[in-house]
């Protein structure tokens, strides 16, 4: 089965830009992993921040984006801001699997 | 708006089977796939696997051997069961869907397996 990775642990200041990344063992993340972005705040159930890539429900705020980047997808938060301190989870999509999890980003707003 | 209510034994022995279910309230049951995730505690997400209104699955290749998720007894409901449970089996079990904008998730239901 394939295996996601992601950062263990990012540290961004207030107001700061910082990048989440995932990637794929079995090789290139693309939009054919239909990327999503979960972020989870402890106690809470996760809520969908972006799918497919770069598509944003209407809840998700501006400052959030996704992408491809390097072969990774990528999660990019532009200002950040005390409440954005999370968990955040990708999830790729892959034939047969279906989904994979990876195994989180602990984002600290310090 | 759509809500998710999942109900199901949360204290389990060794080699027991799990076994929880989600009813699904004020949306189109069948537009959606929907999933079985868990998450043990301090830990991260793992997809076990999903059903659509057929009751089509697919599941997470490292669980099929023991899981199975099928069509509830009742309209719009599914449900999840998993045998031979272990202590690592412990975790919070969600219901949800997947679907961009249709994110919905049940409330979680914590499954500890002791013995």
């Known amino acids: 089965q394939a295996v996601v990775t992601q950062e263990p642990s990012l540290t961004v200041s207030p107001g700061g830009t910082v990048t989440l990344t995932c990637g794929s063992s079995t090789g290139p993340v693309t939009s054919g992993h239909y990327p999503y972005w979960f972020q989870q705040k402890p106690g809470q159930a996760p809520r969908t921040l972006i799918y497919?890539?770069?598509n944003k429900p209407s809840w998700t705020p501006a400052r959030f984006s996704g992408s491809l980047l390097g072969g990774r997808a990528a999660l990019t938060l532009s200002g950040a801001l005390p409440e954005d301190e999370a968990d955040y989870y990708c999830l790729l999509s892959y034939s047969g699997a279906r989904y994979v999890f990876g195994p989180g980003t602990k984002v600290t707003v310090l | 708006q759509v809500q998710l209510q999942q109900w199901g034994a949360g204290l389990l022995k060794p080699s027991e089977t799990l076994s929880l279910t989600c009813a699904v309230y004020g949306g189109s049951f069948n537009a959606y796939y929907w999933s079985w995730i868990r998450q043990p505690p301090g830990k991260g997400l793992e997809w076990i696997g999903e059903?659509?209104?057929?009751?089509?699955?697919t599941y997470n290749p490292s669980l099929k051997s023991r899981v199975t998720i099928s069509l509830g007894t009742s309209k719009n409901q599914f449900s999840l069961k998993l045998s031979s449970v272990t202590a690592a089996d412990t975790a919070v079990y969600y219901c949800?869907?997947?679907?961009?904008?249709?994110?919905?998730w049940g409330q979680g239901t914590l499954v500890t397996v002791s013995s």
């Open positions: 497919d890539t770069n």
């Open positions: 059903i659509n209104h057929s009751g089509s699955t």
């Open positions: 949800a869907s997947l679907e961009g904008e249709a994110d919905y």
